[in-house]
């Protein structure tokens, strides 16, 4: 188990990213269709409501934080929370739009701004590499393209993009910003000796 671990601890940009996509991609379903007829998950806590999105996603990233930042409660918390108020932004469609067209893609536009860009904040308190504008460009333009993916929530037969589902824009979303962050992240040094070969 321990060489596992250090063999996680030093993997590469592209095997961080990856292991972070997979992960993501179960975050993702989860996030769709737990609490519905398809998958119930059971809360943490003892009420009858699913977990939140952002908790799903958060512990991806939170796992990336044990891994490769820290091993601070603290700082995974504080992850956490900054997770779980970027996803309420992006999958909440805006209340204060004239009647357009496509209204869903454009919350969608502007709620992937917000929330990437509180995501991106909050992981630049626990990982020095996210102070850097570059690393915040990586995760808050494509979390703003992405957003547009919310228009998929729309259900509408005249329309074949209409299909009523979240799960594009949770797929899509979270596996891409999680890989694009453990691709950024520069794992902590001395925390392991390296594997013999």
Not at 84 to 95: F, R
Not at 128 to 152: C, S, Y
Not at 168 to 188: E, K, M
């Amino acid at each position: 188990m321990n060489r596992i671990r250090i063999k996680l601890s030093n993997a590469s940009a592209p095997t961080r990213a990856l292991i972070l996509a997979l992960f993501a991609t179960v975050s993702a379903v989860l996030s769709n269709f737990a609490g519905s007829k398809i998958l119930w998950v059971q809360t943490l806590v003892s009420l009858n409501t699913p977990l939140l999105p952002g908790i799903y996603f958060g512990m991806v990233l939170g796992l990336a934080i044990w891994f490769w930042v820290s091993r601070s409660p603290l700082k995974i918390l504080t992850a956490l929370g900054e997770i779980d108020q970027m996803l309420k932004e992006i999958a909440a469609p805006g209340k204060i739009f004239p009647p357009i067209k496509f209204v869903l893609a454009v919350c969608g536009v502007l709620g992937g701004l917000v929330g990437s860009t509180i995501l991106t904040f909050g992981l630049s308190l626990v990982c020095k590499e996210f102070g850097a504008f570059e690393n915040w460009a990586r995760i808050v333009m494509p979390g703003t393209a992405l957003g547009v993916l919310l228009e998929l929530l729309a259900k509408d037969d005249k329309f074949a993009l209409h299909v009523g589902s979240l799960l594009p824009l949770f797929l899509a979303w979270q596996v891409t910003v999680a890989a694009v962050i453990a691709y950024c992240i520069v794992p902590r040094t001395g925390d392991c000796k390296p594997v013999p070969r």
